[in-house]
């Protein structure tokens, strides 16, 4: 399965309506798309489960990784539903053995996340997943752990796509797959 999807099946529970827009928050201009209503909607929180298991269902994931901590919110619930593990990307020093690091720049500064060395064989199949897709330096970051651990990314996955901030084109050539799209 190749391409980028971002519809999810037609029977799907509209997500959508579940998340709340905070127009100027944090700060004048911004619209802050808080998810914490599908989270605590039991029928919207299953269904965006399994919107997201729909998407990478066919990609044959071994693991999914997601960072601290709004992808962990949803990332080991995708995990168990595609049979498959779940590795932490976390901030540095929270990891009790050896890891690997990476540092990604943000639209604010720059930031590091580590994974545990060990828990990714070489050629493993990984999904990399986290709540929200923005400028995709949180993703691409994961991507590039996955990588230099020699793990194949075969698809990255999202809640929520801010499709304006150009997240998707900053994870080319890895598939995207978004529940929910916002172009403005």
């Known amino acids: 399965m190749s391409g980028d999807r971002t519809r999810p099946p037609a029977d799907a529970l509209d997500l959508r309506a579940h998340i709340v827009d905070l127009p100027d928050h944090p700060e004048p201009g911004v619209i802050f798309r808080d998810i914490t209503p599908v989270l605590a909607h039991p029928e919207a929180l299953a269904s965006a489960v399994d919107q997201l298991t729909a998407l990478t269902a066919e990609l044959g994931?071994?693991?999914v990784i997601a960072a601290e901590a709004r992808g962990f919110l949803l990332?080991?619930?995708?995990?168990r539903e595609l049979g498959a593990g779940f590795l932490l990307a976390r901030?540095?020093?929270k990891l009790p053995r050896e890891t690997i690091a990476v540092s990604y720049e943000l639209e604010y500064g720059t930031d590091h996340l580590e994974v545990h060395a060990d828990l990714l064989p070489p050629g493993t199949r990984v999904l990399v997943h986290d709540d929200l897709l923005a400028t995709g330096g949180t993703a691409g970051a994961l991507c590039s752990l996955v990588?230099?651990?020699g793990g194949e990314v075969v698809a990255c996955s999202f809640l929520v796509e801010l499709g304006f901030l150009g997240g998707r084109a900053a994870l080319a050539p890895h598939d995207v797959h978004a529940l929910v799209r916002y172009d403005s």
Do not use: C, H, Y
Not at 75 to 79: F, Q, R, S, T, V
């Open 147 to 149: 990588e230099r651990l």
């Open 75 to 79: 990332g080991p619930a995708l995990a």
């Open 91 to 93: 901030k540095p020093g």
């Open 61 to 63: 994931v071994e693991r």
